[in-house]
């Protein structure tokens, strides 16, 4: 009896890391669902998806790299790389169907030609793929320094077509929940990587290879399997769906530009090992990846709906996570190790629960485990507080997700013209602001966010030596550029028009980038330091500072 | 074969077996194409006795990867990495940037802001208690992955990539999201000042000569070296491998505060999600170009280590005086890396090899 039980927990174990991650997943859209009424709402439970797709495919890509034993930095550039490649090739006319073709051989040969170089030259994954992002991202940038629009009617259709979910919605209001294309394409990427890695030839490679700290890798090569050839399908593989995550990102974003999906290579590496998935490779299944994934996306949802946390939330509770994973895995490394020693010792006697109460890494998974608790029920508190101011008030989606609103340069350019010496565009921001003031030079302030306006009084003197300052800083110099990209969730937009001595000039820039001169950031402070706020329910600039 | 032809093609096997020769031989490439190429890139000029020019400037915006690559080059000789350090140095320009200027996270902005910018000396702590606190909490952060990795016996590449990730939010949650302007001149003169040379080339040496001391003239170098190579054997013959671990990553820690400092007083702001956004790969691939392997360990040279960071900002150097755009010169990055991996192949080794035996024959 003993030993059977034994096997059976064995085999359990393979499985409890998979496990914890769909634990969790449910357990945080049961808090969610309890705290905030809004995301009982199906469609909530859908968006999930919904917002990604990309992440999804990549991931899958990303599932294989590891699995094998390797990684890839890449998937960033990759994606930035399609985004771009992609937009500039419909701009200039292509057939949409022929650009997602050459997108897709586009991706696939930048994976063989990594995956050739570590497996042949032997060099380190981490290396290559690196120096293949660099490449990839750099490319961006010889296509086009600024975003380009896509205006073609497939990509629209494929992003915007609501595939309304039978038995819940109406066929013919066409209410109710439904998901996108994207999500189906993704769904299938699952499936079939998940029939390729546990139903064929390759997919027992991936895995034989993986882990071990290379040994299993020499272990598969003694077998006589083709490790040379799987590895470079592998990377194969995932540039296809870097490629892919890619052309979904542009139809979501509808746009290119090269500093799209920065950091995402980290954000894939972490859902991966959130999945269950052993970053040494060998262990996990894409399954997993899956609630890898709605992980992620529940701890974004959580932090949307709560409102008042900063986005950055995620990053810490992403890295707790990661923490409470790796724990639970190094753990269960280790009590594999102690059996097989024990086996050796005793044949045949179980030792069941004894190690988990001795040694350090058990302590070490509980403790992570206490501390991501604790954050959670930090999270829950907080949220309550959150929910309490708000009863009666908007709903937190609708707040999330409000319109950004036009920049008004026109307007900035005749308030130069009645004799502004600044002029000062703020857009952006959690809550779509936009914010235009104008200063003039007998010291009058005035500012206006399309349906209230503000004023204020300073010296005449104050606003020279404010003009001086922004000289000092080079404004009228080649070291003031333009800079732009999108701009995040709390982001914001801006233009600042100065006029002194003559000279007029406009620089634009958005915060939360590297990209801008430091001295137009201090240039923005200077000004900022002194303008108007807006009544408090607009929410201006308190805290927000560039 | 003689005497001499057998000298001369050892010590051909020993130039080309030091860890210097490819970084020197790939710099001195680079300097070969700058000079064919850019017209004027070796001028120095000398303004109020303080030098500037190309070469400088190569100096100047390399002194922070050179830095980092120092720690990372330990990290890696003990077989680990640290993929930490970008966020770290986030970390300490946070911290240091907050004790300078908390005034920005007060619920009012103070009303004579404007007033207090123009103070150069204006300051809530000294100078003296920034560094060393900034340090001390950087030191903190590399404890913690040496903790994890010698401790914890987690993947080194695992084990930092959580506080990679987490450490970024960790600098928002000190600063409130709020990039801090920072005022105070005395601060701004490490990056930014100048003794004859960039101030934060002095840094860089000091640091170098105390790592240098510390792994040549004491015993610690050696055992970095051995645990790299087989930490199970260093063990047993006595070497406390944990301890050697958690040193190294304690060390990389406080060279990612050192560069954390060096970035933000460079900017003169505290920005949590930039500062040092990536510079952990330009880290790794300058150690890397410096002949220490990663993932194996062993064998390390300092000096390679900073020529490899040299390498990386000689080549984005050269690219920005030929006009080519800021975010384009990563492809060009990439390229040389590319070129690099080729030059350390194993097929490459062997046909330097082999030119060598056929100049003895």
Redesign the interface.
Known sequence: MMPKLGTAFTNMQRFLPLSATVLLFFAAYAVGAMVYTPMRDPQVFLNLFRNTPFLLISAVGMTFVILSGG?D?SVSGMVALTTVASAALLRAGLNAWLVMLLMLVMGMTMGAIMGS?ITY????P???T?????????????IS?DRININNRTYTILARTKLLIPGLADPVTQQGPFVSILVVVAVMVLVVAMYVLHYTRFGRTVYAMGGGGGANEQSARLMGLPVDRTKVIVYTLNGFCSALAGITMSMMVMSGH??YAN?FE?TV??VV?MGGTM??GGEGYVFGTLFGVLVYAIIQALIQFNGKL?S?????V???L??MF?GIQ?FLA?RRIRRVASKRERAGVARGWRPILAG??PS?SLGGGVVVVLILALLGVMSAQGTGLRIGGSSPTEEARCEPKPYRQDQAASLMESGAVVAFERNGGPHCTDFLYAIYPDGRIVGDDGVNTVEKQITPE?VS??LSAINDQGWFTDEMYDTWHTPCR?CYGHYVTISYDGQEKTVKGV?????AP?EY??VV??IT??LPEFPPAEQGM????? | MNQSTSASSLTWAKVTESKLFFPILVLAFIFLFDLVAIPGFFRIESRDGDLYGSLIHILRNGSTVMVLALGMTLVIATGG?DLSVGAVMAIAASVAALMMNPY?LA???PPH??SM?QDPYFTYSPLWVVIPVALIVSIVCGLWNGLLVA?????P???T??????????A??IT????I?IFYQPYAFIGQGWLILPFSLYIVAVVYVFSWVLTRKTAIGLFVSSVGINFRSSFFSGIDEKKIKLMAYAFCGFCAGIAGLIASSN???S?A??IG?LLE?DA??AV?IGGTL??AGGRFSLLASIFGALVMQATTTSMYALGV???????????V??LV??L????VGGFLRRIGGRQGV
């Open positions: 990684i930095l170089l030259l032997k060099v380190q981490f290396i290559v690196l120096a293949g992002m660099w490449v990839a991202r750099g490319l961006c940038f010889f320094d090269g500093l950091g980290l590496i972490a090992v970053l040494t900063s950055w939330w995620t990053n810490i992403v890295g707790l990661m923490l790796i190094s280790a350090g890494r070490l104050e030596e404010l709390q915060n939360g980038g590297t990209d430091a950031w201090h402070a200077l330091g002194l308190q805290g927000e500072t560039p | 990495v920005v619920e009012e902005l802001l404007m910018m401790y914890g016996k987690i993947e590449m695992v084990a990539l959580i506080l990679m990730i987490a450490g970024r939010g960790i928002q949650l409130n999201a709020v990039r302007q900017i003169k702001t920005d999600n930039n956004l790969l790794i691939l890397v990663l993932g755009p800021a975010n384009a010169v990563t492809a060009i990055k990439g390229l890396v590319f991996i080729l350390y192949s194993e097929q």
